[in-house]
């Protein structure tokens, strides 16, 4: 059986949670505490130098870096496809995911906002709006590029793919820091939708074994 070594709040073992319970793939949550330093050394830190999640152990081998892993689930379990069949609409697709995985959650996760709090000094209203602003500032794009590919339920077309298990877990977040969503009603629609299917409800972070 798979392991995923994962945190609960991590948007980034969060996708991946998805994409497993899409594929009906088996996998064991070996929990990794971000917030304890410790707990990021050995035995983790041998097997992912960067002591960040998720990574996955599969076949022997140790996996690492959130959209290597779903492609790599996307290759070897390819059916329910994440992807869609044409070129065309395959990069639209990736497009829309690194938007979330590269410009906005980069800018958020917890490194970064320890960095803020610790070296910077920054308060709780600066790191607030600091951590609103580049939610924001992505969400803006990806609701402009969701108008032509979204009729509320998916990012595109009839079930559920890449895209959506990238975006769910960003909306967790920006509704956890209270994000005004009003101006973002697509990514709203498709959050709340996608909420309603098992596969998203089972991954999400306050049904994980080490929530709290």
Not at 18 to 28: C, G, P, S, T
Not at 51 to 67: C, E, F, T, W
Not at 77 to 102: D, H, K, M, Q, W
Request: charged share 25%; glycine share 4%.
């Amino acid at each position: 059986m798979m392991k995923l070594y994962s945190y609960f709040r991590s948007s980034a073992a969060y996708r991946v949670r998805i994409a497993l319970n899409l594929k009906q793939v088996d996998y064991q949550i070996e929990a990794v505490d971000l917030l304890k330093a410790e707990e990021q050394q050995a035995p983790y830190a041998e097997l992912n130098p960067q002591k960040l999640v998720p990574a996955l152990a599969h076949d022997g081998r140790i996996l690492y870096q959130s959209m290597a892993i779903l492609e790599y689930l996307e290759e070897t379990f390819p059916e329910p496809a994440l992807l869609p069949s044409e070129p065309e609409t395959r990069a639209e697709v990736r497009a829309l995911a690194n938007v979330i995985a590269c410009d906005i959650h980069p800018l958020n996760n917890t490194r970064v906002i320890a960095y803020l709090r610790d070296d910077l000094a920054a308060g709780d209203d600066a790191r607030l709006h600091w951590y609103r602003h580049w939610i924001g500032l992505g969400f803006e794009t990806v609701e402009t590029r969701l108008a032509a590919s979204s009729d509320g339920r998916f990012c595109f077309g009839e079930t559920p793919g890449l895209a959506d298990a990238l975006l769910i877990p960003q909306v967790y977040n920006a509704r956890r820091f209270e994000l005004d969503m009003t101006p973002y009603p697509l990514i709203d629609s498709i959050d709340r939708h996608c909420l309603q299917i098992e596969a998203f409800a089972r991954a999400a972070p306050e049904n994980q074994p080490d929530a709290s």
